[in-house]
């Protein structure tokens, strides 16, 4: 089937938990897709850590052929066979994997805005259709699971209808579990997106696929997941990666149905994957644009060269240390990470290491979700036990001779005779919540160094709440707090806005007098005592008593700012003697009193790893 008006590339976008990866299911029922047997509940959530906690991590392309029955309905199709090609990705839902919903959107036409019917809109789902509006995606909107009794369809409607400025007859109601109207908005997909057209810069005899993601195969080399743009590429071909500057040749192509099922050519308008045979996986890159490569001669030709639109490079803002816990296991975690990397682009990565931990690396994430969720997939994919340390935020920092630099960590941090000025990034905060618990959603934001932006009203019952804060905020607990505070009913999205002024300082900690790097950290100048105070009294609680009196400091720009002491382990050095001369019992103590005093003046605290652990992972 060569001709594109069979085709059909769309998304389904929605925020957590609200039936993107059940309405899946329904149209892979539709379709037949899956055998009869085979078929599974979140068929397109391939991990089990996915499948575990109910959310999609990874997006997953799927071509579903559709044979379609609508001559007599509204939704006939003029001079339209009825079979269509569909090709759907099923994307994830939470803030940290946006940059995954960005890639899938520039690969597809048109996108199912899916908003569940017992929650309404979240703020997710703003952010998503945002993103598909930038890509100028025809948007389909569906209101879901009609059949709970906790049901607000006619509110979520009507909502969906303000929100995308439509009619509410235009609004898809459906059960995804059931599969109600689920055929109808199947139906409305083929008539309302666009097949895929050639674009106007195509090279006659050219070929141009667009790299969405990737993943690595010990024997076909990586595997790049496609969406063809022009032209068309079969087996054996040699390729070329523009923005990589890397040759390759085709070991074996084909489409997603889900498994990967090999085919002999791939088409413009078709998304599929292409074995490319490069061995090195950082030279296969998302967003980069693959083309035909003719070799003549020892002179290489690009046919169609000029590169498709891609996406932005991801900025990871948070960032971790990983490190093994038996050492001998860091090659095998250098390894999983750079596999890892081939379908996360925006994990990164970079050597570093530390006294008590031995070799490890600083891993930059686009959230803490996102950082737990690349843990969890170390440990269960690759078999490694691991020790992560606490995320932090990116700081830039403008030195006096007018250098910048980013800083990751507290260790990097210049002296403060050196610093100019100190920038870190700032959010737009978005939350949305039941009108009754505006005043409790304002109390949790007071708490931050935010700026308050904005209130809008998106229904009666719901609002949307608009607030500037450093990212730093929110690392740390808000979003628990904020649950918390709403009973579970509020949601949030940030995205990053730019690099503010900020009065930030090195908390540094001192252990009977010497400085315990690994330790420090960057806190605002603002809550610094609260924190330093907070740190010694931790400390004081998991570091052993010594046989004399260990000081446990918090200093910054060398004043100390807090202070507690672990008191001396006491051994009684009386108690042999019974009865007696008073004076013996005295002159054991004194002698006692002067050994501690030696010992705290040359003595050395040796501090057990899992002190360090136990701080480092807090």
């Known amino acids: 089937m060569e001709n594109q008006s069979h085709i059909r590339n769309f998304v389904i976008i929605a925020h957590i938990d609200h039936g993107k990866s059940t309405l899946a299911d329904r149209f892979l029922d539709l379709t037949k897709t899956i055998p009869e047997g085979k078929m599974r509940p979140q068929y397109l959530d391939m991990m089990d850590l996915e499948r575990e906690r109910g959310i999609t991590i990874k997006m997953q392309p799927v071509r579903m052929i559709y044979h379609a029955e609508i001559q007599n309905s509204k939704f006939k199709i003029q001079n339209s066979g009825?079979?269509?090609?569909?090709?759907?990705?099923?994307?994830?839902?939470?803030?940290?994997?946006?940059?995954?919903?960005?890639?899938?959107?520039?690969?597809?036409?048109?996108?199912?805005?899916?908003?569940?019917?017992?929650?309404?809109?979240?703020?997710?789902?703003?952010?998503?259709?945002?993103?598909?509006?930038?890509?100028?995606?025809?948007?389909?909107?569906?209101?879901?699971?009609?059949?709970?009794?906790?049901?607000?369809?006619?509110?979520?409607?009507?909502?969906?209808?303000?929100?995308?400025?439509?009619?509410?007859?235009?609004?898809?109601?459906?059960?995804?579990?059931?599969?109600?109207?689920?055929?109808?908005?199947?139906?409305?997909?083929?008539?309302?997106?666009?097949?895929?057209?050639?674009?106007?810069?195509?090279?006659?005899?050219?070929?141009?696929?667009?790299?969405?993601?990737?993943?690595?195969?010990?024997?076909?080399?990586?595997?790049a997941c496609v969406r063809v743009f022009d032209g068309e590429i079969k087996v054996g071909e040699k390729i070329y990666l523009l923005a990589a500057g890397t040759e390759g040749e085709v070991k074996e192509l084909g489409y997603f149905s889900p498994t990967l099922s090999s085919q002999k050519a791939l088409r413009a308008g078709e998304i599929g994957y292409i074995a490319t045979g490069v061995k090195e996986s950082g030279k296969v890159r998302v967003g980069d644009t693959i083309t035909k490569l003719k070799v003549k001669s020892e002179k290489f030709k690009v046919i169609g060269a000029e590169p498709l639109p891609g996406y932005k490079e991801p900025k990871p803002m948070v960032f971790a240390s990983i490190y093994p816990e038996d050492q001998n296991d860091y090659d095998l975690l250098k390894d999983a990470l750079s596999k890892l990397k081939l379908n996360d682009a925006s994990l990164v990565f970079e050597p570093e290491s530390r006294e008590f931990l031995g070799r490890g690396f600083r891993s930059g994430f686009l959230g803490t979700l996102h950082a737990e969720i690349v843990s969890e997939r170390l440990k269960r994919e690759f078999g490694l036990n691991l020790v992560i340390s606490t995320p932090s935020v990116l700081y830039k920092i403008i030195k006096e001779n007018a250098q910048e630099i980013f800083v990751k960590s507290a260790s990097d941090w210049p002296q403060a005779t050196q610093i100019k000025e100190i920038r870190e990034p700032w959010i737009r905060l978005?939350?949305?919540?039941?009108?009754?618990?505006?005043?409790?959603?304002?109390?949790?934001?007071?708490?931050?160094?935010?700026?308050?932006?904005?209130?809008?009203?998106?229904?009666?019952?719901?609002?949307?709440?608009?607030?500037?804060?450093?990212?730093?905020?929110?690392?740390?607990?808000?979003?628990?707090?904020?649950?918390?505070?709403?009973?579970?009913?509020?949601?949030?999205?940030?995205?990053?806005?730019?690099?503010?002024?900020?009065?930030?300082?090195?908390?540094?900690?001192?252990?009977?007098?010497?400085?315990?790097?690994?330790?420090?950290?960057?806190?605002?100048?603002?809550?610094?005592?609260?924190?330093?105070?907070?740190?010694?009294?931790?400390?004081k609680e998991i570091v052993p008593s010594q046989l004399f009196s260990v000081a446990l400091q918090a200093a910054v720009e060398n004043q100390i700012i807090a202070r507690e002491t672990i008191k001396a382990k006491r051994r009684d050095v009386i108690a042999p003697l019974y009865g007696g001369d008073y004076s013996r019992k005295r002159k054991l103590l004194e002698r006692q009193k002067k050994g501690k005093k030696e010992l705290k003046e040359k003595g050395v605290v040796r501090i057990p790893p899992d002190v360090f652990l136990k701080m480092f992972t807090s």
């Open 82 to 223: 009825s079979e269509f090609i569909l090709n759907l990705i099923d994307t994830p839902g939470h803030v940290d994997f946006s940059y995954e919903v960005s890639r899938s959107l520039s690969a597809v036409e048109g996108a199912i805005l899916l908003v569940d019917a017992t929650k309404g809109i979240q703020a997710q789902t703003i952010a998503n259709l945002e993103l598909a509006k930038k890509q100028n995606l025809i948007i389909i909107p569906a209101v879901n699971k009609i059949d709970s009794p906790q049901a607000k369809i006619e509110e979520t409607k009507t909502e969906l209808a303000n929100l995308l400025n439509i009619k509410k007859e235009d609004v898809f109601l459906i059960s995804a579990k059931l599969g109600t109207n689920v055929e109808k908005l199947l139906a409305a997909i083929i008539k309302k997106i666009p097949c895929p057209s050639t674009l106007p810069d195509f090279v006659e005899g050219g070929f141009r696929a667009l790299i969405f993601d990737s993943k690595y195969d010990p024997y076909k080399g990586v595997i």
């Open 430 to 539: 978005e939350i949305i919540t039941p009108s009754n618990y505006l005043g409790k959603c304002m109390e949790v934001l007071e708490g931050t160094e935010g700026k308050y932006i904005e209130t809008k009203y998106i229904s009666q019952e719901r609002i949307l709440l608009v607030y500037e804060v450093p990212l730093r905020e929110i690392m740390s607990g808000f979003y628990a707090q904020l649950k918390g505070k709403t009973q579970g009913f509020a949601s949030m999205n940030y995205e990053i806005l730019d690099w503010r002024r900020a009065d930030l300082v090195k908390l540094e900690i001192l252990i009977a007098g010497r400085k315990e790097e690994v330790l420090s950290k960057i806190v605002s100048r603002n809550s610094v005592h609260l924190e330093g105070k907070k740190m010694v009294e931790r400390l």
